[in-house]
């Protein structure tokens, strides 16, 4: 038997938490065997393409997105970046149906969608073929013995080290004081990255063109403040 990158899922702890919600309505079932057809993207099509042929027309730059949610940040910069090509990886079904939504509405034809855990994405992507990633609040994983689970780890920053152009930018925000701290000591530890704030109005308000989240609104009605992090990729030496 060959094996395809699509048939052998390496067995992993997972990261990720539920992949379903509530139950579907008939329209959202629609779009979701309708259109995410035209946009998933399998990992043999994006081991066999690589990253820039995935898209219609060639794109400027690819970003990757991890963990999209409802898909409000990946529609809006796909949307007014149209020469970039950008990759979103999101689990969750109810999340998924919500980005179509928002990407059927603005017809964007630089979007290709990942439904699998990111990590697989990971492995998949050649080096220094990203010029930006976004993490914006990952689950926290509040319990300790949870810590494990959490997107921003060592391990992860390392393999985007590999995977950023020099001079990329990683984009990463939380609403979670804990996860901030953990997120910034790991950051600012790595040699390949460095964080870009200057003063706090660099962390603490959110970039010009930095697209609200699903998730950044709940936490700022909740009386929570978002902090959002922005590292560059240093230059190989
Ligand atoms: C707290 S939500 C934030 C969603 C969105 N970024 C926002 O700000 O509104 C975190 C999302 O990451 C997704 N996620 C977590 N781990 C993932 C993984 N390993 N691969 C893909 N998606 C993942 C979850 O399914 C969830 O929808």
Redesign the pocket.
Known sequence: MTETTDAAPPRRDR?????RGHKLRAAQQRLLDEALPQLKLSMDELAAKGPAGIFPKPPRAVWL??????G??LAAQAANNPDIGLIG????EN?IVQMLGHVTRDSSTNIRV?T????RVLDILPPASLDRV???????WRKTRHHKRR?VQAETLDRLAELMADGAELRL?TDHVDYLRWMLARATDHPAFEWLARGPADWRERPEDWPQ????A?AIAQGRRPAFLRLKRRPRI
């Open positions: 990261l990720h938490g539920r992949r997105e991890i963990g999209f949610g409802g409000e940040h990886c999101e689990v969750f999340g990942a699998e855990d990111a990590r976004f993490i914006l609040f990952p689950d926290p997107l925000a989240t699903r998730y950044e709940k």
